[in-house]
C-alpha cells in the first residue's frame, strides 16, 4: 500500500466519524507527519479532493464488477447498490462536505454515474424488476438516499455495512419493486 493510500484510508476512517477532522488528526491515523500530507495533497482541500476522485473511481469499479455477476437488469442494479453501500466509509465523507459540488469536473463525473444509475433503473424497469408508475428520476434519487443513509447509519454504528447492504435492497424492492416480480433482499 502506497503512502498516499494510507493517507486516504485514514483520512476516509476519520472523517466519516468526524466530518471536521483536521489534517493532523488525519495524518496521526496514517502514521505520518501533518508535512507529508500536505507535500502529497496540498493541504486538506487537496485531500478531499483526492478523496472524492478515489470514491469515484472506486464506485466505477464496483458497478463494473457487479455488473460482469448480474443475472439482468434487476439484479444489477441490486448487485451495484449493495456494491456502493459496502463501500461505506469512501462515501460517508461526501455527504458532510461540499467538494463535490465546487469541483466541477468532481460533478460532473457524479452526474456520469447517476447517469449511468438511471440507465440501469430503466433497464430494470423494462425487464419487470421496478414499478413502471414511478419516474426514473424518483428511483435514482431514492437509491441515492439509501446508499448515503446506509454510510451514515455504518459510520455512526447503528448497523453493520452487511445488515444495511441488505436493508438498503430491501427497501428498494419493497418500495420500488414490481409487485408481481418477487424480488426480496435474497436476490
Known amino acids: 500500500m502506497t503512502k498516499e493510500d494510507r493517507i486516504l484510508d485514514a483520512a476516509a476512517a476519520v472523517l466519516s466519524k468526524n466530518p471536521s477532522a483536521s489534517v493532523d488528526e488525519i495524518a496521526a491515523e496514517a502514521g505520518v507527519g501533518r508535512a507529508t500530507v500536505f507535500r502529497l495533497f496540498e493541504g486538506r482541500p487537496g485531500l478531499l479532493r483526492a478523496l472524492a476522485w478515489r470514491a469515484i473511481e472506486q464506485g466505477d469499479r464496483a458497478a463494473a464488477d457487479a455488473m460482469t455477476e448480474a443475472r439482468g437488469a434487476t439484479d444489477a442494479l441490486r448487485r451495484v447498490v449493495q456494491a456502493c453501500v459496502a463501500l461505506g466509509d469512501t462515501f460517508h465523507f461526501l455527504a458532510t462536505t461540499p467538494v463535490v459540488e465546487r469541483d466541477p469536473e468532481l460533478h460532473q463525473a457524479y452526474q456520469r454515474q447517476m447517469h449511468e444509475m438511471a440507465s440501469l433503473v430503466d433497464e430494470a424497469k ?43 435492497w430491501d427497501t428498494i424492492a419493497r418500495g420500488m419493486g414490481a409487485a408481481s416480480d418477487g ?3 435474497d436476490g
Open 183 to 185: 424480488i426480496g433482499t
Open 126 to 168: 423494462q425487464e419487470g424488476g421496478l414499478r413502471n408508475d414511478m419516474p426514473t428520476s424518483w428511483i435514482v434519487a431514492s437509491i441515492d438516499g439509501q446508499i448515503w443513509s446506509a454510510a451514515l447509519a455504518v459510520g455512526r454504528g447503528e448497523v453493520g455495512r452487511e445488515q444495511a447492504e441488505a436493508l438498503v
